[in-house]
């Protein structure tokens, strides 16, 4: 008996090993990082941030998110009052593949994810770039896994934090932000 209970034992810490080894192989996102930009931990829990607005880019649905200090800034009246964001200001846009409700057919609504961009604000850090870093993290649904973006992305993100300014500075009057608030 003494053996069967031994062998069981060490059948289940073997388990438990392994189970363990599966869990740690599993992406943690917010270990990533651009080379030479910004961390994926930075923008840690934006997935409950509140929604700014939605869009539709290209092929992708999206919806832009703030966190408390971008909510903040919008509501008293920025980038509309020609004052910038605070330091400290955070996006996040999140990309979906569009895809048809199965129970509202006409009703198109988001399908698997393609990718979050981030934005902070940080004067100091970002001084060539508006004071604002940029970052692009591609997801692949397949291996549930986030990739840095690269320049083979549409449109190229390169390895730094400034991979979006060349795109917002059409929008410099603004603080470099294109979105609105939506108004609720």
């Not at 509501?75 to 955070?90: E, H, R, S, V, Y």
């Not at 609504?109 to 692009?136: E, I, L, N």
């Not at 997801?139 to 060349?166: E, L, V």
């Amino acid at each position: 008996m003494k053996r069967r209970s031994i062998g069981v034992i060490v059948f289940l810490g073997v388990l438990l090993s392994v189970l363990v080894a599966l869990a740690m192989a599993a992406q943690d996102k917010y270990t990533l990082k651009v080379p030479n930009g910004l961390a994926f931990s930075e923008f840690r829990g934006y997935e409950s941030w509140q929604v700014i607005s939605i869009s539709q880019n290209g092929d992708h649905i999206a919806a832009i998110l703030g966190n408390p200090a971008m909510i903040r800034a919008y509501l008293a009246g920025i980038p509309g009052n020609g004052k910038p964001f605070p330091d400290g200001a955070k996006m996040a846009k999140i990309h979906w593949n569009p895809t048809k409700m199965e129970t509202f057919p006409s009703a198109t609504v988001p399908g698997t994810q393609h990718d979050v961009d981030f934005m902070v604000k940080d004067s100091k850090r970002f001084a060539d770039s508006g004071g604002w870093g940029y970052g692009v993290f591609d997801y692949d649904a397949a291996s549930d896994a986030f990739t840095p973006g690269t320049m083979a992305d549409k449109p190229p993100q390169g390895n730094d934090a400034k991979c979006g300014f060349a795109c917002h500075t059409s929008v410099k009057t603004r603080d470099y932000v294109f979105t609105d608030y939506g108004h609720r």
